[in-house]
């Protein structure tokens, strides 16, 4: 398995941007699709985008399509999201993940990130 950590969250005004980064080990990276997941206090984690390990194909959650970018970089091992437009309703843990398929179910993620707190105030 891949290790995943997590950076760049952080408290930040409603419209505003934050770029997070999700450094990963090993040689494997390109084999690896990553994605991005949210949790919320007192909601289910849920998927906010994916990437394929080549960087080709990309996928988003509607309520982020148009605001956020995923990209890989594989020479680096990281992967980031780069969130704009931020609202209230954005905040969340923050969680990178890493898998076979750049699913939106976190049972198609092998590895997971210790998450990042992402707060958007109003």
């Known amino acids: 398995q891949v290790q995943l950590v997590e950076s760049g969250g952080g408290l930040v005004q409603a419209g505003g941007s934050l770029r997070l980064s999700c450094a990963a080990s090993?040689?494997?990276?390109?084999?690896?699709?990553m994605g991005w997941f949210r949790q919320a206090p007192g909601k289910e984690r849920e998927f906010v985008s994916g990437?394929?390990?080549?960087?080709?194909?990309?996928y988003y959650a509607d309520s982020v399509k148009g605001r956020f970018t995923i990209s890989r970089d594989g020479a680096k091992n990281t992967v980031y999201l780069q969130m704009n437009s931020l609202k209230p309703e954005d905040t969340a843990v923050y969680y990178c993940?890493?898998?076979?398929?750049?699913?939106?179910?976190?049972?198609?993620?092998?590895?997971w990130g210790q998450g990042t707190q992402v707060t958007v105030s109003s």
């Open positions: 090993g040689r494997t990276f390109i084999s690896y699709a």
């Open positions: 993940a890493a898998g076979l398929v750049a699913g939106g179910k976190d049972y198609q993620y092998t590895s």
């Open positions: 990437v394929s390990g080549s960087g080709a194909n990309t």
